[in-house]
């Protein structure tokens, strides 16, 4: 069954999860935020396998990473040297 309800976010970017929503959500329960565009989802974190933590633990550093790409954070480097500097890391 689906439910609907409709909360807001405050100045501080808090959402109230309406009571009614969240029946078996505890204080303390870790859940996963997914934003994609206009849509945001929310699951809790104990029903998602180990290996999709690691997967979306993956794509937020890809992200971050193509992030710093897109601003100029990185270095440019020769095929003759890359060996070398991959010793220094």
Known sequence: MVSISLTRVSSKGQ???PSDMRTD????DELIIIKDEDRIILKKA??????MKEDIEF??????ALKRIES???ISIDSDNLFEEMKKW
């Open 15 to 17: 959402i109230v999860i």
């Open 25 to 28: 959500i505890n204080e303390g």
């Open 46 to 51: 104990e029903k998602i396998s180990e290996q």
């Open 59 to 64: 794509a937020r550093r890809t992200e971050n």
């Open 72 to 74: 100029g954070e990185f």
